[in-house]
């Protein structure tokens, strides 16, 4: 997953990788072996990538009037899905958020840009992330 801050500011996890498997000249001779090294191989990939997350990012942003447009370069090709994970109202109005965020989405955006319009002011963090086979707008 991505973040990006207020300040455009992009920051990555990292994820740990386990250490690496071997496979010895004997067990590869061995035609029923090797069948069955390749069975286990294989399920170990698919369980794998069923553990792996959705790519998404999380986007910090802020509106001080309430009156905003806000794009978000997402770069992913295709529609998405996003929502507001995190939402903060600025010191000035009180320091809960009250209020919840109104995000419209625009009719402006495109397979790589989400363009939202805000009407509350505030700092929220909006999470996208690809809507793979989902309707467009």
Known sequence: MRFV???NAVGKARRFVS????????EVKD??????ILRQTLQRLT???ARVPKEATEFEVATLTGAATI??????NGPVRWWVT???R????????????ILVQDAS????????????????VVRVEPANGAMEP
Do not use: F, M
């Open 31 to 36: 035609a029923a072996k090797l069948a069955h």
């Open 109 to 124: 955006s495109d397979a790589n840009t989400l363009v939202l319009q805000c009407s509350t002011a505030g700092r929220a």
């Open 71 to 76: 794009s978000l370069a997402h770069n992913y």
């Open 47 to 49: 369980d794998l990538e």
């Open 19 to 26: 250490g690496t498997a071997s496979v010895q000249d004997e």
């Open 5 to 7: 801050g207020i300040d």
């Open 86 to 88: 995190c939402w903060t």
């Open 90 to 101: 600025p010191v000035s109005l009180g320091a809960y958020p009250t209020t919840a965020p």
